[in-house]
């Protein structure tokens, strides 16, 4: 499992997200299960010099650091180590799961269509739980209402086929690889007026990565102790869900 971190100088909300992960592995016991089952490794700066110098997403060189396709070793060192970090790892740990967190910006103007947190997902096979990328999005968003599956999308449009989520799971097929991003502005109440929203705060936004341990958490245990009609729901939900859930990736970073 792996989650990689922040590649543009204002990007800065991931990494209240990575505290969330990090306080709630390390100060409670609510996650002891995936610690003894998985090895989790936490990238938190994948640009440092770029982010230093205030360059947007590029780092010294002008290399977009999203993009992480077939690329020459001198043009942006710090996403080919990356890649043979986790080669490495992969080798001896076959990697699971990887999240890519980052951030979307709101405007007065697209405040109803960049709020919340949601997540940019592969396709895959919607009868396969297992292999079903849509499951996991799910469960977060039952345990964190700030998470929206509904805004999430299972895609991958010709302009992000050399980004980060696509490429990594070209690499490692057996992992679910996602772009999870959230709002610098805020999250959609329930239960009240559709132009309703609340600001996010860093409280919320460590809360949001305790909970997405708490979703891959719920993901393995309905997996290991094979709870059927459980998964069966889930794949019906999704189904139905699918006929309103967006279908294209225009938003994604990486």
């Not at 080919?80 to 001896?92: A, C, G, M």
């Not at 697209?110 to 709020?115: C, E, F, G, W």
């Not at 990328?133 to 449009?157: A, D, G, H």
């Not at 057996?174 to 409280?203: C, D, I, L, M, N």
Request: proline fraction near 4%.
């Amino acid at each position: 499992r792996g989650v990689h971190g922040q590649a543009a100088f204002w990007i800065d909300t991931s990494i209240f997200r990575d505290v969330g992960i990090v306080d709630s592995l390390v100060e409670t016991r609510d996650f002891d299960q995936l610690k003894k089952q998985f090895v989790i490794h936490i990238i938190p700066m994948v640009n440092p010099d770029g982010v230093f110098y205030g360059n947007y997403r590029t780092n010294l060189s002008g290399h977009d650091q999203t993009v992480v396709g077939a690329i020459p070793t001198v043009a942006a060192p710090e996403v080919y180590y990356v890649r043979k970090y986790l080669s490495e790892i992969n080798r001896s740990n076959p990697i699971a799961l990887i999240i890519d967190p980052t951030d979307i910006a709101a405007s007065n103007q697209l405040i109803l269509s960049r709020i919340n947190s949601f997540f940019y997902g592969n396709p895959s096979s919607e009868t396969n739980f297992a292999e079903n990328t849509k499951i996991f999005p799910l469960l977060c968003s039952k345990v964190n209402k700030r998470i929206s599956y509904q805004e999430s999308t299972f895609f991958v449009s010709e302009d992000k086929k050399n980004t980060a989520r696509v490429v990594l799971h070209e690499l490692f097929p057996q992992a679910h690889v996602y772009t999870f991003e959230a709002s610098f502005y805020g999250f959609r109440r329930e239960k009240t007026y559709e132009t309703t929203v609340q600001e996010f705060t860093v409280e919320s936004y460590k809360k949001i990565g305790r909970d997405l341990l708490q979703g891959y958490l719920d993901y393995i245990n309905i997996n290991n102790r094979n709870q059927y009609e459980v998964r069966d729901q889930l794949l019906r939900e999704i189904v139905m869900m699918s006929r309103n859930t967006i279908i294209d990736d225009d938003g994604s970073d990486s």
